[in-house]
């Protein structure tokens, strides 16, 4: 039987070294390739194919639900383990249904990420108990209360209009039209089910999604 071929992408090198030194201490598991951001990731999928990929949920140039649903939309033979320090509701919901087969946090014993990655390359699911009970949760009130998660961008476009800035300032930040802004912040308000800035801000910062620093709302 071959070994389980893996990609590591987290963007901190020791978290990277540290599951790689206990993935590889066992006999059936290779770690063939590492990124440290959601760009690096794509490119290392698709020039090694792995059979598992492990993925940090907020990494740069990319987010790890960012890369899951690219690979699923690109119908990569690649299954998606997320990884993350994160428990938070919306994020176990987002990664499961961007096409991840696994969520485990990273705070989770060794044997445990050990045996989610035999898990998810064998087709199976696999999902820690932290994990599960936030999905449970979430899929409780998903009907009455859905939120979909944002892109990078928009989670970008989001951020500036936390500190205060208008469209052109927003658009001079990111190099993009003012019409550009207004589709991201449309898209925004549609996904976060509200009718302004004030509303987004409030319930972006109530997710988890950002930090509020200065703003002039």
């Keep these: 039987m071959s070994a389980i071929r893996v990609l590591l992408a987290d ?10 030194d206990f993935l590889e201490e066992e006999a059936d598991i290779v770690v063939v390739a590492e990124a440290a951001d959601g760009a690096s990731a794509r490119r290392q999928i698709e020039d090694h194919l792995p059979d598992v990929a492990v993925l940090d ?4 140039n990319a987010s790890g639900i960012d890369v899951v649903r690219w690979a699923t939309e690109q119908g990569l033979p690649v299954r998606m383990l997320i990884l993350t320090a994160y428990d938070d509701d919306p994020f176990v919901l987002a990664a499961m249904e ?3 087969s696994g969520y485990v946090l990273k705070n989770a014993d060794a044997s445990q990420i050990v ?26 009130g998903a009907s009455a209360n859905h939120v979909e998660a944002l892109t990078d961008r928009e989670i970008d476009v989001l951020k500036l209009a936390a500190e ?3 469209n052109r300032g927003i658009g001079r930040q990111l190099s993009i039209s003012d019409r550009t802004v207004q589709g991201h912040l449309a898209n925004i308000y549609a996904k976060l089910g ?7 801000v409030t319930k972006a910062l109530q997710l988890g999604w950002i930090e509020l620093s200065g703003s002039k709302l």
């Design 11 to 20: 963007d901190h090198a020791v978290v990277r070294q540290g599951i790689r």
């Design 98 to 100: 961007a096409g991840a």
């Design 194 to 200: 509200v009718a302004s800035r004030t509303e987004a």
């Design 57 to 60: 949920i907020r990494m740069p």
């Design 164 to 166: 205060g800035l208008t």
């Design 115 to 140: 045996s989610a990655v035999r898990a998810v390359a064998a087709g199976q699911v696999a999902i820690g108990a932290e994990a599960a009970r936030a999905l449970v949760t979430q899929l409780a």
